[in-house]
């Protein structure tokens, strides 16, 4: 784990703010005053200015998992509420810049964050594959069983009435109730749901001025201002930003939420001198409080990946495949790929297993309500829940998701021979054998005696 939060923390302290070229947003000189209200340069001449700025939302899964139905919320506005706008928040001292209160007057609009969702069947990044993003913070510090999937959120700076230049502090706020997902851990892993921005507004003489080439660049017809850069902090961040240096601590470029998840495995042993080891049984997995339209990947063979866990039963089954299975009449079966919960968060599917097979349902969600049932026919049915012997209700088995749940159910036909009743043939044939040795035996006994006499 340590290994990867110091690359998510040299990934974060990647997003410094460069002084770039940019393109200003003109005012025109008012008295000695910058005038309130920038509208940005639409000529072309300048670089384009920094007016929007933008995170990276992360939500990581195991590899087992399919991602979620989950939406965020964000709010921003100036970081102390109590304060006045452009009120000095963190006093300047010993080469650190003042930090202002954010501005939250508009020429137009609302400042606002807005809302990132993720929707079943968003493309995610396994970890360790090329490309993937270093900023992420990972769960545990294992290799390869863990993946995410990625938003970015913008935000937009172009209508904020600066007037005048300086470092312009504001506190974006993360919301969101998901099933199964916990609060972002951000770089120190601690957790936190805000973040600081910090928005550097300039004079555009000033940068002008200090440019070793000005080729493409329009000078100043009077005072202008232009929004250089951002920098965003995890949490709420007191500290005034250096005038120089780049590398603070704490700097973030993202937010990441991880969703917990676990497998539901379920399996048959058929036991006893009368139990079949080629008959199917039916079994019925119901599923309630999941998110509707969740999506689970059902295994029914090894697929060679060590992270997951997987099945080893018939996906397709023919019809009638035996004398002994009655589940299945003169359709044949193909099991599913997946399920999904339908809009009541429910599920309701049938399987089928023979002797010595399971079936693994993939990422259930954590608090989600599962019921694993069978139809034994004939047979005897017991269970163990992860180990441990249960009591089946209706040859049932239920329970929450709180970590992976293995179902072994054993089915058991035996039967007694009678014993003292019947005989086998072969002792009957013996018996025969026998009797008929005995018959000849007595003949010659008695002839033999008669010619003694005689």
């Not at 973030?252 to 058929?270: H, I, P």
């Given at each position: ?12 302290l ?42 990276d939302?992360?939500?990581v ?64 990044v ?14 545990d ?82 005072k202008?201002?232009f ?29 990441t939420?991880?969703?917990?998840t ?8 058929v036991t ?43 996906k ?10 009655t ?8 099991q599913?790929?997946y ?40 047979y005897?049915?017991?269970?163990k829940v ?6 089946l ?28 009743v ?33």
């Amino acid at each position: 784990m340590k290994n990867k939060k110091i690359a998510a923390v040299l990934a974060a302290l990647a997003m410094v703010t460069t002084v770039a070229a940019a393109m200003p947003f003109s005012a025109n000189a008012a008295g000695s005053d910058y005038t309130a209200g920038l509208t940005a340069a639409t000529d072309g001449t300048n670089p384009v200015s920094k007016n929007t700025t933008s995170f990276d939302k992360y939500l990581v899964m195991d590899v087992n998992a399919n991602v979620p139905n989950a939406a965020f919320s964000y709010s921003i506005s100036k970081y102390d509420a109590s304060a006045a706008e452009k009120s000095v928040i963190v006093p300047a001292e010993n080469g650190k810049l003042a930090v202002l209160n954010g501005v939250t007057t508009l020429s137009s609009g609302t400042l606002s964050g807005g809302q990132l969702s993720f929707d079943v069947g968003d493309t995610t990044v396994t970890e360790g594959a090329s490309g993937a993003d270093t900023a992420v913070v990972w769960k545990d510090n294992a290799s390869g069983n863990e993946k995410y999937a990625k938003k970015t959120l913008t935000l937009d700076f172009s209508n904020v009435q600066f007037t005048e230049p300086g470092v312009y502090r504001y506190i974006i706020t993360e919301t969101g109730s998901n099933q199964a997902v916990t609060n972002d851990t951000g770089v120190t892993g601690t957790g936190n749901t805000k973040r600081t921005l910090d928005v550097y507004v300039e004079d555009y003489n000033d940068f002008y001025n200090k440019l070793a080439d000005k080729t493409g660049y329009t000078a100043p017809s009077g005072k202008e201002l232009f929004i250089n850069g951002y920098v965003l902090y995890e949490g709420e961040h007191i500290t005034a930003p250096s005038a120089a240096d780049t590398t603070a601590s704490g700097k973030s470029s993202s937010y990441t939420n991880s969703y917990e998840t676990y497998d539901l495995t379920f399996g048959k042993t058929v036991t006893g001198n009368q139990g079949s080891k080629d008959k199917y049984f039916e079994f019925t997995v119901n599923i309630q409080d999941a998110v509707a339209g969740t999506k689970y990947d059902v295994s029914y063979q090894e697929d060679n990946d060590a992270n997951t866990t997987d099945g080893n039963a018939d996906k397709q089954i023919n019809a009638n495949p035996n004398s002994a299975t009655t589940v299945i009449d003169s359709d044949s079966v193909t099991q599913p790929d997946y399920i999904t919960a339908g809009s009541d968060g429910k599920i309701s599917q049938k399987f089928y297993l023979q002797h010595g097979q399971k079936i693994v349902i993939r990422g259930l969600a954590k608090d989600t309500a599962y019921t694993v049932s069978e139809n034994p026919e004939d047979y005897t049915a017991t269970a163990k829940v992860n180990g441990t012997d249960v009591t089946l209700t209706n040859n049932a088995t239920s329970g929450t998701i709180a970590s992976a749940v293995t179902a072994d159910f054993t089915n058991d036909r035996s039967g007694v021979i009678p014993t003292g009743v019947l005989s086998t043939v072969a002792g009957s044939a013996a018996i025969i054998v026998l009797g008929i040795a005995g018959v000849v035996v007595g003949i010659i006994y008695v002839k033999k005696k008669r010619t003694e006499e005689e």
